[in-house]
């Protein structure tokens, strides 16, 4: 089983629709959680980090952490075509060391 | 955030030859480190850059096909050496500002091994 799962997708969603991206992880250990995106020849870039159960709010997008469920959750609202990218999930434990899901490939069509 | 830039960009390559990777930040940081990310495959690290003193490699990666040096607190390279198709891969290089702070990638490097 790997570390960090997360649904490849690719997804493809209408402008204006909310999306749900997904991970699960097994190291109880893990103590921080991040979302990067990444656009094509680009490096990933942070969009959300959380030390926290809970849910964890910027603007259209909210980051939320089950860590009873070990489950980590993206959302975007009112989806746009800027936002088709790849969704990275990152899951740390100590040294600042980052375990990364594979990428879910979203697309938001006008 | 820092700002990281990466050089080169891009390269295509012989195969048994070997090239290096620059990482420059524009302000000091705690942490580097470096990653490979292969497609369709998640990141992952190749070890972290230690300032002044030798790399620690993860399980799977060795100095002597991936030198890296860190001769300050904004600079370091990344070397992938007698390169086969099989390293042909987007190499990225992430830096730690603060302990306790996320990590923040570069560009990368894409690299193409004939």
């Known amino acids: 089983q790997k570390e960090v799962e997360q649904d490849p997708g690719p997804l493809s969603v209408p402008e204006g629709a909310i999306v749900s991206l997904n991970c699960t992880y097994s190291n109880s250990a893990f103590q921080y959680f991040m979302w990067y995106r990444q656009y094509s020849r680009k490096g990933p870039e942070l969009l959300m980090y959380?030390?926290?159960?809970g849910n964890k709010e910027d603007g259209r997008f909210t980051a939320q952490v089950d860590k009873s469920s070990k489950y980590i959750s993206l959302f975007i609202r009112d989806s746009q075509p800027s936002d088709s990218a790849t969704y990275l999930c990152a899951i740390g434990g100590g040294g600042n060391k980052l375990t990364f899901g594979t990428g879910t490939q979203l697309k938001v069509e006008l | 955030s820092a700002v990281i830039s990466q050089k080169p960009s891009r390269d295509i390559c012989q195969r048994g030859t070997s090239l290096t990777i620059q990482c420059q930040v524009d302000s000091q940081v705690t942490m580097m480190f470096w990653y490979r990310q292969q497609p369709g495959q998640s990141l992952t690290l190749i070890a972290t850059a230690n300032q002044g003193s030798e790399a620690t490699y993860e399980s799977g990666f060795v100095i002597d096909k991936f030198p890296i040096s860190r001769p300050n607190l904004t600079f370091s390279t990344l070397t992938v050496s007698n390169m086969s198709p099989e390293d042909s891969s987007i190499y990225l290089c992430?830096?730690?500002?603060?302990?306790?702070?996320?990590?923040?990638f570069g560009d990368g490097t894409r690299l193409s091994i004939l």
């Open positions: 959380t030390y926290s159960s």
């Open positions: 992430s830096v730690v500002e603060d302990m306790q702070q996320p990590q923040h």
